[in-house]
């Protein structure tokens, strides 16, 4: 790649081989180049295509501090090779405005109201959860500076995020405490539910998909249940189908989340699933 401009030491603008304009991250990668000289893309810790939102980017790049544009590309590598994915150029931006805010917010002594962020998060997100403490330790062993511990859960929220196609860190918070309410209900019928299970994990991987599908609106792609169905399952469940009757009511009212007979069903079973530990597990 060519070099043509850097905005910082660490933030440059390059050719490639196509000639077309690639803006890269990396440390000390813009310092001492000329135009026309080659970067050792070995520096190269992130890029951006720059086309039409160039002038925005690098806007956002050169507010950020150099630590923390090191600590967003070092921990972006150790999630997306932890979870097998990789961040978008808008969640990496994300994930580094909130790492640049969130020092600032340590050095001034300030910390975010944790209202919404409920402690089920670290059930809900286990391995989220974990690269997030490690993050954490990793942002406060380099910048000398204890974050308090809401930081995880925000910073959990990032990786959940980054990881859901088109979702909205304030989507991704919605449907979690979605998650945490509908549980509580489901808790408040079953003190005892075990929520290190195999089947546990699986209902709340159900919630989310169909709390999101509700909240964008997405028609469910499957099949619709035979009616009957439900009727068999309430017949042998009763006590089950109560507490999902409690869960749409309190959906619909509290939530303006409506509820389908095939929706119930699913709840129903998994419900069923997950107050009743199966051999397997």
Known sequence: MEFV??????????????????????????????????????????????????????SRLQEFKTQSLELTSSITKMVEKELKFEFSPKDYLSLADHID??????????????????W????????????????LAEIEQTAGIPLPDSEIFLMTYHFVNAQAKESKLQ?????????????????????????????????????????????????????????ALLEVMIGKYPKEYATVKKLSEFLKTKKAIAITPDDEVYLLLHIVRVTNRQEAE
């Open 5 to 58: 401009k850097s905005f910082n030491n660490n933030v440059a603008l390059v050719l490639d081989d196509e000639q077309k304009e690639w803006i890269v991250i990396g440390k000390g990668i813009g310092f001492g180049m000329k135009l026309g000289s080659q970067i050792d893309e070995t520096k190269v810790e992130r890029r951006f295509l720059a086309a039409d939102q160039m002038n925005q980017v690098i």
């Open 171 to 227: 989507e991704t918070i919605q449907i979690t405490n979605l998650i945490a309410d509908t549980m509580k209900i489901v808790n408040l019928d079953y003190p005892q539910l075990d929520r290190e299970s195999f089947n546990y994990g699986r209902f709340v991987g159900h919630l989310r998909a169909m709390f999101i599908r509700k909240l964008k609106d997405q028609a469910n792609d499957e099949t619709p249940l035979d009616k």
């Open 120 to 135: 089920e998060t670290k059930k809900l997100y286990p391995h989220e959860f974990a690269l997030a403490k490690k993050a």
């Open 101 to 118: 805010f969130a020092l600032t917010r340590a050095h001034e002594g300030i910390e975010l109201s944790s209202q919404s962020i409920k």
